[in-house]
Protein backbone atom coordinates (compact mmCIF):
# COMPACT_ATOMS: atom_id res chain seq x y z
CA UNK A 1 0.00 0.00 0.00
CA UNK A 2 1.50 3.41 -0.71
CA UNK A 3 1.16 6.10 1.40
CA UNK A 4 -1.36 7.66 -0.40
CA UNK A 5 -3.81 5.40 -0.56
CA UNK A 6 -3.29 5.67 3.58
CA UNK A 7 -5.85 7.29 5.83
CA UNK A 8 -4.08 10.83 6.65
CA UNK A 9 -4.36 11.15 10.19
CA UNK A 10 -4.16 14.45 12.19
CA UNK A 11 -0.59 14.81 14.33
CA UNK A 12 -0.52 16.06 17.89
CA UNK A 13 -2.85 15.92 20.93
CA UNK A 14 -6.74 16.96 20.21
CA UNK A 15 -6.91 20.50 22.49
CA UNK A 16 -10.14 22.26 20.98
CA UNK A 17 -13.23 21.24 19.31
CA UNK A 18 -16.15 23.09 18.09
CA UNK A 19 -18.75 23.60 15.33
CA UNK A 20 -19.11 26.32 12.19
CA UNK A 21 -21.49 28.42 12.80
CA UNK A 22 -23.35 30.35 10.32
CA UNK A 23 -22.72 33.86 11.92
CA UNK A 24 -18.76 32.86 10.98
CA UNK A 25 -19.27 32.79 7.83
CA UNK A 26 -18.10 35.09 4.47
CA UNK A 27 -20.52 36.03 1.73
CA UNK A 28 -19.60 33.13 0.02
CA UNK A 29 -21.26 30.98 2.93
CA UNK A 30 -17.31 29.54 3.65
CA UNK A 31 -16.48 30.15 7.32
CA UNK A 32 -13.81 33.06 8.09
CA UNK A 33 -10.19 32.23 7.21
CA UNK A 34 -10.00 35.06 10.75
CA UNK A 35 -12.19 33.20 12.68
CA UNK A 36 -10.39 29.77 12.13
CA UNK A 37 -7.35 31.20 12.77
CA UNK A 38 -8.50 32.89 16.36
CA UNK A 39 -9.46 28.94 16.70
CA UNK A 40 -5.97 27.47 15.46
CA UNK A 41 -4.40 30.24 18.39
CA UNK A 42 -6.77 29.27 21.35
CA UNK A 43 -5.81 25.90 20.76
CA UNK A 44 -2.15 26.61 20.68
CA UNK A 45 -2.27 28.54 23.47
CA UNK A 46 -3.86 25.64 25.73
CA UNK A 47 -0.98 23.34 24.63
CA UNK A 48 1.77 26.16 25.36
CA UNK A 49 0.02 27.23 28.31
CA UNK A 50 -0.19 23.31 29.75
CA UNK A 51 3.95 23.33 29.21
CA UNK A 52 4.42 27.19 30.92
CA UNK A 53 2.56 26.11 34.14
CA UNK A 54 0.43 29.58 33.60
CA UNK A 55 -0.40 32.45 31.58
CA UNK A 56 1.18 32.52 27.99
CA UNK A 57 0.32 35.42 25.32
CA UNK A 58 0.69 34.79 21.47
CA UNK A 59 4.62 36.37 19.54
CA UNK A 60 4.43 35.10 16.28
CA UNK A 61 2.15 33.16 13.94
CA UNK A 62 3.78 31.32 10.81
CA UNK A 63 2.62 31.14 7.52
CA UNK A 64 -0.32 29.34 6.58
CA UNK A 65 -2.26 27.69 3.71
CA UNK A 66 -5.94 26.84 3.43
CA UNK A 67 -6.24 23.57 1.86
CA UNK A 68 -10.31 23.82 1.31
CA UNK A 69 -12.90 25.66 2.57
CA UNK A 70 -14.67 25.24 5.67
CA UNK A 71 -18.26 24.60 5.32
CA UNK A 72 -21.39 25.47 7.88
CA UNK A 73 -22.58 22.70 10.36
CA UNK A 74 -18.37 20.97 10.11
CA UNK A 75 -17.10 20.06 13.18
CA UNK A 76 -13.62 21.71 13.55
CA UNK A 77 -11.01 20.35 15.54
CA UNK A 78 -7.34 21.96 16.15
CA UNK A 79 -4.61 19.31 17.16
CA UNK A 80 -1.42 20.81 18.62
CA UNK A 81 2.04 19.41 18.94
CA UNK A 82 4.51 21.20 21.23
CA UNK A 83 8.08 21.31 18.84
CA UNK A 84 10.29 23.62 20.95
CA UNK A 85 10.65 25.18 24.32
CA UNK A 86 12.71 27.72 25.10
CA UNK A 87 13.65 29.96 28.11
CA UNK A 88 10.38 31.78 27.97
CA UNK A 89 9.13 30.63 25.28
CA UNK A 90 6.71 27.67 23.43
CA UNK A 91 6.49 27.04 19.96
CA UNK A 92 3.77 25.03 18.66
CA UNK A 93 2.03 23.10 15.32
CA UNK A 94 -1.79 23.49 15.23
CA UNK A 95 -2.95 21.21 12.83
CA UNK A 96 -7.37 21.88 11.50
CA UNK A 97 -9.49 18.96 10.61
CA UNK A 98 -12.89 19.26 9.78
CA UNK A 99 -15.80 16.62 9.90
CA UNK A 100 -19.34 17.41 8.09
CA UNK A 101 -21.65 15.43 9.81
CA UNK A 102 -23.17 13.87 6.66
CA UNK A 103 -19.17 12.36 6.10
CA UNK A 104 -17.27 10.01 7.74
CA UNK A 105 -14.14 10.95 7.34
CA UNK A 106 -12.07 14.04 8.47
CA UNK A 107 -10.27 16.33 6.07
CA UNK A 108 -7.18 18.73 6.68
CA UNK A 109 -7.98 22.05 6.27
CA UNK A 110 -4.61 24.33 7.30
CA UNK A 111 -1.81 23.87 9.75
CA UNK A 112 0.42 26.59 10.98
CA UNK A 113 3.25 27.71 13.67
CA UNK A 114 2.22 29.80 17.09
CA UNK A 115 4.55 31.14 18.91
CA UNK A 116 4.11 31.72 22.91
CA UNK A 117 5.49 33.94 25.23
CA UNK A 118 5.19 33.07 29.21
CA UNK A 119 4.19 35.94 31.49
CA UNK A 120 3.71 36.75 34.80
CA UNK A 121 0.48 38.66 36.52
CA UNK A 122 2.46 41.91 35.53
CA UNK A 123 2.61 40.91 31.96
CA UNK A 124 6.36 40.26 32.06
CA UNK A 125 8.27 37.83 30.24
CA UNK A 126 8.85 34.86 32.94
CA UNK A 127 10.94 32.12 32.01
CA UNK A 128 9.39 28.25 31.36
CA UNK A 129 9.50 25.90 34.15
CA UNK A 130 11.72 22.97 33.96
CA UNK A 131 10.39 20.15 31.80
CA UNK A 132 11.33 17.23 34.47
Known amino acids: MS ?3 ED ?12 ALPKD ?16 DLGGAIAAREVARGRV ?7 MGFLRP ?7 SCYCEVTEIGRASVKTLVEVWVKQYDK ?14 AIDDSGRTRP ?4 R
Open 104 to 117: SDQQKVTEGEFVYV
Open 70 to 76: VPVGSTV
Open 25 to 40: TNSNGDIFGGWLLSQM
Open 8 to 19: PTPNGELVLQTL
Open 57 to 63: TTVAIGS
Open 128 to 131: VPSQ
Open 3 to 5: KHD
